[in-house]
Antibody, heavy 114, light 106 residues
């Protein structure tokens, strides 16, 4: 059974940094695409980033230059490093596996507020 | 690529057949997926490549259309189907979702 578990969310002040983790089981992050998708409270889905199995990365316009996606194959985990956080980055962040997004985690809430 | 989903809210009854439309600002066919999301839960992939039903998804769900206008049809609505539905294009970056259609019980 595939499981994706996100951790690392929390309350953070504008301008600060945070790293989210997506730990996978039953799913090899090194041979699959893994994405991050976010959902602001009461709003729709917004794609954030993808890490291809072969290495390339892509980002949404709202986060490009501030967020970095990476992985640790030995831990079967994908990360989302978020810097320069803004109030509008407040959302539940999901990691999603495969293309399109067949597997989803339960999400982790990031709240950016002073 | 802008994805315009309609309607934003749809009221229907158990047993009804409903159709949700997603119009892309350019042709994306067949690189369109449909997701179902229940409150407080992660989205669930229903359909990929515009019309391919994912494993385990009931056959009352179907995807159709062509070019920039694609559809999700749910036949014989069941109580479990009342949720929010999103389309997603994965033809080009940035990946974009429709704004969602909330299917509510009449």
């Amino acid at each position: 059974e595939v499981q994706l578990v996100e951790t690392g969310g929390g309350l953070i002040q504008p301008g600060e940094s945070l790293r989210l983790s997506c730990a996978a089981s039953g799913f090899d992050v090194s041979t699959n695409y893994v994405s991050w998708v976010r959902q602001a409270p009461g709003k729709g889905l917004e794609w954030v980033s993808v890490l291809y199995s072969s290495g390339p990365t892509y980002y949404g316009d709202a986060v490009r230059g501030r967020y970095t996606i990476s992985r640790d194959n030995s831990k079967n985990t994908v990360y989302l490093q978020m810097t320069g956080l803004r109030v509008e980055d407040t959302a539940v962040y999901y990691c999603a596996g495969k293309w399109p997004f067949e597997y989803w985690g339960q999400g982790t809430l990031v709240t950016v507020s002073s | 690529i802008q994805m315009t989903q309609s309607p934003s809210t749809l009221s229907a009854s158990v047993g009804d057949t409903v159709t949700i439309t997603c119009r892309a600002s350019q042709s994306i066919s067949p690189w369109l997926a449909w997701y179902q999301q229940r409150p407080g839960k992660a989205p669930k992939l229903l359909i990929s490549k515009a019309s391919i039903l994912e494993s385990g998804v009931p056959s009352r769900f179907s995807g159709g259309g062509s070019g920039p206008e694609l559809t999700l049809t749910i036949s014989s609505l069941q109580p479990d189907d009342f949720a929010t539905y999103y389309c997603q294009q994965y033809y080009a970056f940035p990946i974009t979702f429709g704004q969602g259609t909330r299917l509510e019980s009449k």
